[in-house]
């Protein structure tokens, strides 16, 4: 655990999302095909955990008092933790939303 904020490491992480999201991953890129739609949600559902086990360790390292860790590293943690999850959480829903309203169309 770091004891700073690195904002180009955070910057670098921002913008590997941000391509990820338009669907330019490396893997993907560099494949012939596209990715698979469940693998590429998994993955998704995977990072938004690490991020939550990491915004748990930090605040569990800080609350034992560990010198080593900000509050305002915690904080991020916490935020950037949340965000995904919010984000997560609205691609579930329009997931469901779709999924719905293609078992509404009649055939």
Not at 33 to 48: I, P
Not at 51 to 63: G, H, I, R, V
Not at 65 to 77: C, F, L
């Amino acid at each position: 655990m770091s004891n700073t904020i690195n904002p180009d490491t955070l910057l670098m992480q921002m913008r590997a999302m941000a391509t990820q999201a338009q669907g330019k991953t490396a893997e993907s890129s560099s494949a012939a095909g596209q990715s698979d739609f469940s693998e590429l949600l998994k993955q998704s559902v995977d990072k938004v955990n690490q991020t939550q086990m990491d915004s748990k360790k930090l605040q569990d390292a800080f609350q034992a008092g560990d010198p080593n860790v900000n509050v305002s590293e915690v904080m991020v943690a916490m935020q950037k933790s949340n965000v995904s999850f919010q984000a997560m959480l609205q691609v579930r829903n329009k997931l469901v939303s779709a999924y719905q309203e293609i078992m509404n169309m009649q055939v």
